[in-house]
């Protein structure tokens, strides 16, 4: 038979055995509950954060004077006006008074619409190029350029006549010389330009009255 020491070592043994097997399922056991715990306070963490976030969040509507649905609502608008801006189906001057309301409105200042209005849209519209039809004029007997350029559906201010004469370069050569039925584009000019011409005029005319 197996000799009394050798018996109770392997007893020993197998004790051993279960009892490090038992050590190791309720090691696992333990590390499981670390995970628990870990995800647990993670989920805290981030529920708290996400308080402070919202809590912000609404720091910020009140000082913008608008509830959550209207600053939503506003999101949807801007995307409206970019729509518009880019499709141009309706005006330029249209979806330019679009944009201004949206500028004007104080949401936004808010980080999450700034740069949408301020630079997206923005930049959409000062590339948007107006094609402006070409206005002609048919010159009649006693016509001259000065005499032209003071018609009230001209530009009603004879100091403009320059500008006729440098749209029509190809066709007149002396400003001073045009002829009956010539067909003469009368060009669009900045509102900037008409004031500047504009206040030489009335100088002239308040010195010439005088």
């Not at 067909?183 to 005319?205: G, Q």
Request: proline share 3%; charged share 30%.
């Amino acid at each position: 038979g197996i000799p009394e020491s050798m018996s109770t070592y392997s007893e020993d043994k197998k004790l051993f055995e279960t009892e490090f097997i038992d050590l190791e399922i309720e090691k696992e056991k333990l590390l499981l509950q670390k995970v628990n715990l870990v995800s647990s306070l993670d989920s805290l963490n981030k529920i708290n954060v996400d308080k402070q976030i919202e809590k912000e969040q609404e720091g910020i509507l009140t000082l913008l004077d608008c509830n959550r649905e209207e600053f939503l609502q506003f999101g949807r608008e801007i995307e409206t006006v970019r729509n518009n801006a880019i499709e141009k189906e309706l005006s330029k001057d249209s979806v330019s008074y679009q944009f201004d309301l949206l500028q004007k409105n104080k949401i936004s200042a808010h980080p999450e619409y700034f740069s949408q209005v301020n630079i997206d849209i923005k930049s959409i519209l000062d590339n948007w190029v107006v094609d402006v039809p070409i206005k002609y004029y048919n010159v009649v007997k006693g016509d001259n350029l000065w005499k032209i350029a003071s018609k009230n559906e001209i530009y009603n201010n004879p100091f403009l006549w320059i500008k006729i004469f440098e749209a029509n370069r190809d066709l007149i050569k002396d400003p001073n010389k045009i002829y009956v039925n010539d067909r003469i584009i009368i060009p669009e000019i900045s509102s900037d330009e008409i004031e500047k011409f504009n206040s030489l005029f009335r100088k002239w005319k308040n010195k010439n009255i005088k």
